[in-house]
């Protein structure tokens, strides 16, 4: 097989490097959802947006709190959410609405829940939607058959076992 100067078709024999680099790739279709609000107390709120429409079902909500506090119920939300909580990470699972569909928070809504904690002196940490992924990746290319690095501009091609091909550009 020959190569031109602008193309290396590198085979990889892991298929674990192929998929780290496409969940870290694919990282960027997800919602980015921030926390935009929150009130500690007896009576404690949470609100957060999102940056594109996003479905909570799916996806659900993730935090942690912090000084022992536990809960175990939510309200305030058009959906039903369901709590779980293994230490201080706490996990809300996002039911269907109050018509059966998918609960999806539109792009820049701002979304409020209420909870009643076990103590009043806590913080919430760590808040996000959906999988995390680590913010930088990199990956690096050598050459089998050559000890010179690859050039800057070159054109790799990764081939998952699927078939789906996915151009990444050096540079």
């Not at 609960?103 to 959906?130: E, R």
């Not at 990746?137 to 800057?152: G, K, M, R």
Request: with cysteine.
């Amino acid at each position: 097989m020959e190569l031109t100067d602008k193309e290396l078709t590198v085979r990889l024999r892991y298929k674990l490097l192929p998929a780290l680099l496409l969940a870290g790739l694919s990282s960027t279709a997800f919602a980015h959802c921030q926390l935009t609000g929150k009130t500690i107390g007896w009576t404690s709120n949470i609100q957060f947006s999102c940056d594109t429409d996003t479905n909570l079902t799916q996806q659900g909500v993730d935090f942690d709190v912090t000084n022992g506090a536990t809960f175990n119920s939510v309200w305030g939300i058009d959906a039903s959410v369901s709590v779980k909580q293994t230490g201080n990470q706490i996990h809300l699972n996002f039911g269907k609405d109050w018509q059966s569909q998918d609960f999806i928070a539109k792009k820049n809504q701002t979304l409020s829940f209420s909870f009643s904690p076990s103590t009043n002196q806590f913080d919430i940490q760590n808040f996000h939607v959906g999988p995390q992924y680590p913010a930088d990746a990199s990956v690096t290319f050598t050459s089998s058959t050559s000890q010179n690095p690859i050039p800057q501009g070159t054109l790799i091609r990764l081939n998952s076992a699927q078939g789906a091909k996915l151009p990444v550009q050096l540079g």
